[in-house]
């Protein structure tokens, strides 16, 4: 007796043994199950000795298209929960640097965008080098960085907005454990992903209301500019192509420009549509203001396993912490105070930087472990987090403080 796939199944297809790669997901073998050695049925070949022990016993398998996993994704199954990086330095002592690639990085970015404008070509090697200044500071301390996400200029959205999920993205690849060589490439798929809003009308782009139907599908436009002006240049990657094109699908099928679904998108794809998303609902922009970041992370959370990959968001919001670097908190004492470093051994109780006194007035900043008063929780620490669009907030000034 033959085994076979259930009727009508399109995610399965007929796979020879001689041609099984790594990732591919064994959904049913050439006969039942229960005829072969294998204790589960329906597995990832995810090592060679796995794969080698199938040809041993198969002739063919019906190999799942949606469960099956790309290279990068099984290295990353692999590493998450590894050390591969250590945080050795306080994000006071890597500020400075960061700053000044931060700031450096956002005029690259902007150069891009101008020229993009222009008709011009995108000098590649130059964002790379940035990339890779960036991807130098986020594994010494990805919370410089992502604390400097915060500064938000709305005439510059697009920008600031490239430069953020570029920032978001390796941070989230270092918490994943990707080698710092793939986290550049991931930076670089962040920071180009956008590109293509510059064809577009900028008029129509920061239209305060809500857009009709048809200017909606205008909008859409901007993927397929995306991945024309990228293919210009033949030393942008493929995957900064693939995501520029594809951000805005949805694994299941709902997102444009083609509807495709979780098989068809690749892991650095991915990971740029659930940072994509994060970064706009916590920008202020013209037709909508910030919301605090626990409230992205919810609905995130919300639409796990449908528009976004699970798996992948579960890593994201843990990579973010309980409160994510930036956050607005008020401490139990009444002080205004914002999350800059976590405590990887006690998230609940970040380093914090406070900025407002008990009567939310601003003050020198003032930076506090809130470890150090757990066993007084009536003190300072964390009581609830706050709407920073209810404050006035001088970042610049604050950040004046840990330059040095």
């Not at 050439?30 to 329906?42: K, S, V, Y």
């Not at 996400?149 to 005439?155: H, V």
């Not at 920071?191 to 859409?220: A, S």
Request: charged residues 25%; proline residues 4%; hydrophobic residues 35%.
């Amino acid at each position: 007796m033959q085994g076979g796939p259930p009727i009508n199944n399109p995610d399965l297809v007929k796979i020879s043994t001689t041609a099984l790669k790594l990732g591919m997901y064994m959904s049913h073998p050439d006969r039942p199950w229960l005829e072969t050695p294998f204790l589960f049925q329906g597995f990832v070949l995810d090592n060679e000795d796995l794969i080698n022990q199938v040809k041993r016993e198969c002739r063919f398998i019906y190999v799942d298209k949606e469960k099956s996993l790309d290279k990068t994704e099984i290295e990353m199954k692999s590493l998450t929960g590894t050390d591969r990086y250590e945080t050795n330095k306080p994000v006071e002592d890597v500020f400075h640097n960061a700053y000044i690639n931060h700031d450096s990085t956002l005029e690259d970015v902007k150069e891009i965008l101008h020229n993009i404008q222009e008709g011009k070509g995108i000098n590649v090697t130059k964002i790379r080098k940035s990339v890779k200044s960036c991807v130098i500071s986020i594994v010494e301390n990805p919370n410089a960085m992502l604390w400097l996400s915060k500064l938000r200029n709305r005439d510059q959205y697009t920008a600031e907005h490239c430069l953020n999920v570029g920032i978001l993205s390796i941070a989230m690849g270092r918490h994943l454990g990707i080698e710092q060589k793939e986290l550049e490439t991931l930076g670089l798929c962040g920071m180009l992903h956008d590109v293509g809003k510059l064809k577009l009308d900028q008029e129509l782009l920061n239209k305060p209301t809500r857009l009709t139907e048809e200017e909606f599908e205008l909008i859409k436009a901007h993927c397929r500019f995306g991945k024309e002006i990228l293919e210009e240049d033949a030393n942008v990657p493929v995957e900064a192509i693939e995501a520029a094109f594809s951000h805005h699908e949805r694994i299941d099928g709902s997102g444009y420009p083609l509807a495709r679904e979780a098989g068809a998108l690749n892991l650095y794809t991915r990971i740029i549509s659930i940072v994509d998303t994060y970064d706009a609902i916590t920008t202020n922009r013209c037709y909508d203001n910030s919301r605090p970041a626990t409230e992205a992370i919810k609905i995130l959370f919300s639409f796990r396993d449908i528009h976004f990959d699970g798996w992948l968001v579960e890593q994201f919001i843990e990579c973010l912490g309980i409160y994510p670097t930036g956050s607005l908190v008020e401490l139990h004492t009444g002080e205004g105070a914002v999350v800059i470093d976590s405590n990887k051994t006690s998230r609940l109780h970040p380093k914090v930087t406070i900025i407002l006194d008990e009567h939310k007035r601003s003050c020198n900043p003032i930076i506090v472990n809130t470890k150090d008063y757990q066993d007084n929780p009536g003190e300072r620490t964390i009581k609830r987090v706050l709407d920073e669009n209810e404050f006035e907030i001088d970042l610049q000034t604050i950040f004046s403080h840990f330059r040095v």
